[in-house]
C-alpha cells in the first residue's frame, strides 16, 4: 500500500510532471492535492509534448486512476478544453476523477484575480492571473461553490447567479471593473458542467479502496514549497499548501498512508513572479540557463527568473515535507558552464545562517553564501548510466546530497521521458 508524494522543493516548475509521468508507471492511482491551472506540467512523451494544468500527469498511463483531488481548484472550462486536448493526443479520459469536494474557480475569480493584481501596483503578486486566490478565498469564507453542485445545474444556476452578483458589486464598487454578464456566463457553464457530471466522484473513498486492496497511488503537487501559503515567501506565495503535509488534506487519506516523499529539484533554481530570490542571476550565466533552460512559463509563457542552487531552500523543503528522496531534473542545462556555483548558506544582516533566516529577517534581506565546483563541457542528454556522467556532474550532484542530506533517486538529462537515469526505486 505505498503511497508515494511527488513535489516540487523550489519555486515550482522543478520538472513534477516528467517525474509523475515515469513514476505513474508503477502507479494504479495518481492523484492531485493541491492547485489549479496556475500549474503548468510538461510531460514529452515519443516527441509529443503534452501541456497539463489541471489533469494529473498519469494521465499518460493507461488504466491509471486520475484523481483531481478535494485540495484542487478547478476551473471547469479549461477542464475541459484540457481534457479536449489530451484526448486528441490519444489518451484515455475515462479513469478522471474530479473530487465532489473541490472548489470551483468560476469567471468572476478570474475577473476578481486581475483586478487586485491591479490595484496592489508595485506591489503586485505576479500571480498568474486564473483566479487561484480568490477562489481559495472563498472556500475559506465558506462561500465557494463545489465540483458537487455542478450534478444539478439548476440549483448550481441559483447558487451562482447569488454569488456572482456579490462579485460583480465588488468588481465594480471595489476596483472599477466593468460588471461581468452572469446569464451569459451560465450558458458557457450549462454544456460545461454536464461535460464534467460524470467524471465527479466521492475521490477520498476512491483513493481509500485502491489502498486498502495494497495499489499503489502516486499524490502529485504543483507549484512548489517555496510557494506554500503557510511556509513560502509570504506573500508572494500561491494560495494551497504544495508541502507533503497538503496532501493528506487534499486528497483525504491519513498521514500513515503515506510511505515515501519524493522532492523534485531543479539542478538550479527559477522563480516567476514577484518576490525574493536570493540566488538569482542577472548576468550571461542566467541568460545561459534561460536559454539552455528554455525557462519560460509553461502556462502564461513568462520567462521565468534563473539562478544557481540554493540548498538552504531545498533543506527547508525537506524538512517541511520530509524528504525521503530526491529528483534532481535538469543537469543538463548546466552544461557548458566552466565553474559551478552552490548556495550553502546565507549572511543575514551580521549573521550566518544554513537554515531559513531567523526570525527578524526575510529573505529579502539575504546574501548567499556560495561554495565554487568545476563544472563540464559534454552534453548530457544520452546518459542513461550514472557511471557514464562526466565525473563533475556526478561530483555535483553528490555535494546536492550531502548539503541537503537526502538520497538523489532520479537524475534527468533533458524533457525525454527516456532521458532519465534512475539511481534507486523511489517507491521503496
Ligand atoms: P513542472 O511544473 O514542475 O511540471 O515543470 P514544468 O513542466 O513547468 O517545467 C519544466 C520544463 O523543463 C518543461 O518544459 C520540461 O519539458 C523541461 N524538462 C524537464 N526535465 C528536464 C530535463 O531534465 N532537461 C531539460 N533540458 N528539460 C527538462
Ligand atoms: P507549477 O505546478 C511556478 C506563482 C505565480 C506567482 C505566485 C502566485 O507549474 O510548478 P497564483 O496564480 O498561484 O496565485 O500565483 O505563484 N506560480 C507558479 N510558479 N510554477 C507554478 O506551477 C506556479 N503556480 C503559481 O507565478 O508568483
Ligand atoms: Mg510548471
Redesign the pocket.
Known sequence: MPGLVVL?AQ????G?GRIVDLLAADAQVVARYQ?GH????TVVVAGQTLKLHQIPAGITRAGVLCVIGNGAVVEPLSLVAEMDEVARLGFDLGQLRISRAAHLILPYHQAL?QAQELSRGAAA??????G??PAYADKAAREGLRAEELVHFDSFAAHFRQAAAAKNEMLVRLYGQPALDVEAMLEQLRPVAARLAPHIADTSLLVHQALRKGQRVLFEG???TL?DIDHGTYP????SNPVAGGACVGVGVGPSEITRVLGVVKAYTT?????PFPCELSDEVGEHLVRMGAEF????G?RRRCGWLDTVVVRYAARLSGFTGLAVTKLDVLSGLPRLRICTAYRCGGVVTEDWPPVGHSLADCEPIYEELPGWSESLGAVRRWDDLPPTAQRYVGRIEALVGIPVDLVSVGPEREQLIVRRDAWT
Open positions: 516540487g519555486w515550482g516548475d522543478e513534477k492547485g496556475n500549474a503548468g506540467h484575480d503578486i505576479g500571480t498568474t492571473g486564473r487561484i486566490g504543483a507549484q512548489g510557494l508572494f506565495v500561491t494560495s522563480r516567476v513572479g514577484g518576490g512559463g509553461t502556462t502564461t513568462r
